[in-house]
């Protein structure tokens, strides 16, 4: 049995479209996360879903000619649900906010908060942005009555609500933020987190009246509000893993390891949530990490101008892995970044069919000119050299991705494959097959050790790539041998039996 437990979760979003490039990114990250620690042999839960309690969505059906609201979200989870699929996120659950176990959860969170005194009756007079689905105050606007992010006037609202007091929270959050370091990644963010708490973090409405919001999980102590979307959504990291539910998962996973979202809703996550979870007497996550935002040749990805790319095309054309090694290797994670087709090319030509697919290619093929089972290897002071080089590589591997640094962890698998490439150059095992067999046998054990540890450091974001690497060095996959760590021990002398296969990255059509 694991000793260690994993557990990873993306925001859940609303389905009131297909996905684009920039929701895919956060799955693809947080896939990446999941299989490198099931590669490590943790026990890992990864959640993802669909946030269905929103007006957004019910526009989008009435716009799309439905009547039925319940068959159009089931037609909308299935499209993003098969979306990931398409994308190879190997998420363990799909969690829908308009589930039964979704709402038993949201109730029996809200009776704790509510038992501890934390829920009034007020009236809410302000502003209500429907693109973000939040309450905005004055200072959030632009140009009098703008909402900073959709450029559209938001609402103004009056209304007797339920409030949470979440300002009650206000210093043990901060004292939360200031004592875990880890909390707030990348620690860039923690101070817009920290002075947004300090200037603007009061009591928040949880409710809306069934008038005006239209849709959402009837509050248990006033049948006639809706559960603010906001306060429904973030429970679903817990009800997604059982909370509420006869299920073990929820005292085996929570608190989440790491909460991966973009930096759009951080302070959703980072402020509401935590003094939520408080209320609940519920222990805080590990860590929020909010990534950037990507732009497609310049622009903000949106509806109006037309530009969202959809990512399963783009796995048509490009090949699945192509498109998770593209947008996790182009940006810092963390940071903004532009999306261009023209960069996607070049990176496919430089990266993947010049780099991992020439350098497989060139080891495969000498490995083919003598059967490498009856090659008699000898250690030698290189054997000592390449040893050291890939145990660091898999330390800098291993800590690039415990702090989410992923373009990271993927220059360390082209620095082995680089550090490959020129071996080969320097070793010329061409000319040695015929002038010294034993370097010629030393030399391919060594090479196709360094590719095994490269099929393996690829796993957890080209998992395609590793697989076939896998079979053409004909190595059980870990997942049906459960032999994860003998992936990433030095063990010369494993392939015996290795041969060339189609090719992994083959020119572009274009
Ligand atoms: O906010 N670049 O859902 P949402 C990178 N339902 N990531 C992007 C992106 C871009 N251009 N555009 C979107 C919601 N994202 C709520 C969440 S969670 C309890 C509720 C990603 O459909 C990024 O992860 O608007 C961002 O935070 C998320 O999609 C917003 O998705």
New binding site residues.
Partial sequence: MPDKTFYIT???????DKP????A??CIAADVLARYHRLKGDDVFFLTGS?EN?QKNITAAQTAGYTDMEQYLAIQAAVWQQAWDGLNISNSDFIRTTEERHKKGVYKFFDLVNKKGDIYKGVYKGFYCNG??AFVTQSDLMEGNLCPIHKKPVETIEEENYFFSASKYRDAVLAHIEKNPDFIQPTSRRKEVVNYIKDHFTDISISRHFKTAKCGIPLPIDPEQAIY??FD??I??LTGIGYGSESDDFATFWPANIQ??????IK??CAL?PAMLMAAGLPLPEKVF??????INGD??SKSLGNAIDPVELCLTYGVDTVRYFLLREIRFGE?GDFSFDRLKERYESDLAKGIGNFTSRVLTLAEKVPVKDLEQEESLDDVEVKIMIEEAWKTYASALDSCALDDEIKTVWECISWGDKYIEQNKPWELIKEDPTQFANTMVLLLEVLRHVSAMVYPFMPDTAEKLWRQLDIEAFERTHASEQLIEWLPGTVRNPSKGESLFPPLIS
Avoid at 10 to 16: L, S
Avoid at 260 to 265: F, R
């Fill in positions: 993306t925001p859940i979003y609303y389905v009131n684009h490039i920039g929701h990114y956060t946030d929103s973000c689905e979307v906001w959504a973030l679903n990291y991966l979202v973009g930096k759009d809703i959703f996550h949530w909010a990534h950037g935002f990507f732009t903000k990805i903004d």
